[in-house]
């Protein structure tokens, strides 16, 4: 019976998932589905009163995702975490209601979960542990709320994502900058102006700035250049969530298969002597680290601020882009000095030849470390 009914549910995915993205929606760790004036009033307690599923296969990075979605009869908090012992699994407590007599267990095939239970604790809470083959971080999971939407007929609801990892992908490079294809992101724009500097200088025209430069000394040594905007403008939208904009950018660069991604960004700090050039990554891959590095070195040598090192960072762009990617910072937008000098178009060619420099000596140190291709 529940493999029939899995059939079913997979069948009709695709017009499920589009009627989620109906209504309000709410990202939260700990989340809350506000009542009507009507639903508050209501006898009996709280109640989940349905369960439905899908799965989804995201188009760019090939993630699949299980999402159970709840109706809920009233106000209710819910939360998850996950645990890692002593099997890997995902925890949502939802305070203040109980599970319906339509809420039921699921047993499920292993691809994505083991298995959905679903009790009562202490008469009055729900408990839902989602069992994982696999340990995942707390970035594959959430929990989130889309609120009673009456024009369609929707009730409250609480929903619950878990993502599959993709494998991290293998790379194997090959020396010089000829036939690569390498993403230039221009960080902010349009709408989003970044920091702002002494003088009202906007880092979206610096990191635009250099990174025009960066392109064409890319493509006089044969590579290809992506650009995530060429422009002022927004790469989403203009007045976009943080999340659509970024996930803009990323999405171009693993769409088109590129390389390598290269975020370009100017610094800020409440302090005014605060200055230097640095360069972020996310260790997603065997060569992040040394991107970074590479990058570094060349926009140390060129600009010749100070230099404040590469670090791991948990930034959006280079976390959720395939390929190996940093965030470079070129130097402090706030600092008056740095602040005259990111605005000379001089300086800011400099700046482009480092960063070229750099991606050049991070092809020749890849090619050496992982093998030509």
Same mark, same amino acid.
């Given at each position: 019976?529940?493999?029939?009914?899995?059939?079913?549910?997979?069948?009709?995915?695709?017009?499920?998932?589009?009627?989620?993205?109906?209504?309000?929606?709410?990202?939260?760790?700990?989340?809350?589905?506000?009542?009507?004036?009507?639903?508050?009033?209501?006898?009996?307690?709280?109640?989940?009163?349905?369960?439905?599923?899908?799965?989804?296969?995201?188009?760019?990075?090939?993630?699949?995702?299980?999402?159970?979605?709840?109706?809920?009869?009233?106000?209710?908090?819910?939360?998850?975490?996950?645990?890692?012992?002593?099997?890997?699994?995902?925890?949502?407590?939802?305070?203040?209601?109980?599970? &319906?007599?339509? #809420?039921?267990?699921?047993?499920? %095939?292993?691809?994505? *979960?083991?298995?959905?239970?679903? @009790?009562? /604790? !202490?008469?009055?809470?729900?408990?839902?542990?989602?069992?994982?083959?696999?340990?995942?971080?707390?970035?594959?999971?959430?929990?989130?709320?889309?609120?009673?939407?009456?024009?369609?007929?929707?009730?409250?609801?609480?929903?619950?994502?878990?993502?599959?990892?993709?494998?991290?992908?293998?790379?194997?490079?090959?020396?010089?900058?000829?036939?690569?294809?390498?993403?230039?992101?221009?960080?902010?724009?349009?709408?989003?102006?970044?920091?702002?500097?002494?003088?009202?200088?906007?880092?979206?025209?610096?990191?635009?700035?250099?990174?025009?430069?960066?392109?064409?000394?890319?493509?006089?040594? &044969?590579?290809? #250049?992506?650009?995530?905007?060429? %422009?002022?403008?927004? *790469?989403?939208?203009?007045?976009? @969530?943080? /999340? !659509?904009?970024?996930?803009?950018?990323?999405?171009?660069?693993?769409?088109?298969?590129?390389?390598?991604?290269?975020?370009?960004?100017?610094?800020?700090?409440?302090?005014?002597?605060?200055?230097?050039?640095?360069?972020?990554?996310?260790?997603?891959?065997?060569?992040?680290?040394?991107?970074?590095?590479?990058?570094?070195?060349?926009?140390?040598?060129?600009?010749?601020?100070?230099?404040?090192?590469?670090?791991?960072?948990?930034?959006?762009?280079?976390?959720?882009?395939?390929?190996?990617?940093?965030?470079?910072?070129?130097?402090?937008?706030?600092?008056?000095?740095?602040?005259?000098?990111?605005?000379?178009?001089?300086?800011?060619?400099?700046?482009?030849?480092?960063?070229?420099?750099?991606?050049?000596?991070?092809?020749?140190?890849?090619?050496?470390?992982?093998?030509?291709?």
């Amino acid at each position: 019976m529940v493999r029939r009914t899995i059939f079913s549910v997979l069948c009709i995915t695709a017009v499920f998932m589009a009627s989620l993205c109906q209504g309000g929606l709410v990202l939260a760790a700990t989340a809350r589905v506000a009542p009507s004036a009507a639903q508050a009033g209501a006898d009996g307690p709280t109640e989940l009163t349905q369960l439905r599923w899908a799965l989804h296969t995201d188009a760019v990075s090939g993630a699949t995702k299980l999402r159970l979605v709840f109706d809920v009869s009233d106000a209710v908090e819910a939360a998850g975490k996950v645990v890692a012992t002593p099997t890997p699994r995902f925890v949502v407590t939802v305070k203040g209601a109980v599970p &319906g007599k339509n #809420v039921k267990s699921l047993d499920m %095939d292993g691809k994505i *979960v083991d298995g959905v239970s679903i @009790s009562t /604790v !202490d008469g009055q809470n729900t408990k839902i542990v989602i069992d994982m083959p696999t340990m995942v971080e707390e970035s594959n999971c959430r929990v989130f709320t889309l609120k009673k939407d009456l024009a369609n007929n929707k009730p409250n609801r609480i929903v619950v994502d878990v993502e599959k990892p993709v494998p991290p992908m293998e790379f194997h490079f090959t020396p010089g900058l000829k036939d690569k294809v390498i993403v230039i992101d221009p960080g902010h724009g349009g709408s989003d102006p970044g920091a702002i500097g002494p003088t009202r200088i906007q880092e979206k025209d610096v990191n635009l700035a250099v990174a025009l430069k960066v392109r064409e000394l890319l493509e006089r040594a &044969g590579a290809e #250049v992506i650009m995530t905007r060429r %422009d002022d403008r927004d *790469v989403f939208a203009p007045d976009a @969530s943080a /999340v !659509d904009e970024l996930k803009a950018r990323t999405t171009i660069a693993n769409v088109r298969k590129a390389d390598v991604f290269v975020s370009i960004h100017s610094n800020s700090s409440v302090s005014r002597a605060a200055g230097g050039t640095e360069t972020f990554y996310y260790q997603k891959t065997r060569y992040d680290a040394l991107l970074a590095q590479s990058l570094q070195a060349g926009m140390i040598e060129k600009g010749n601020l100070d230099d404040r090192g590469t670090a791991s960072a948990n930034f959006y762009v280079i976390k959720r882009t395939v390929m190996p990617a940093s965030l470079v910072e070129l130097g402090f937008v706030s600092n008056p000095d740095e602040e005259k000098r990111l605005a000379d178009p001089q300086f800011e060619q400099r700046m482009a030849r480092g960063i070229v420099d750099g991606l050049e000596d991070f092809f020749a140190k890849a090619a050496k470390q992982g093998g030509e291709r």
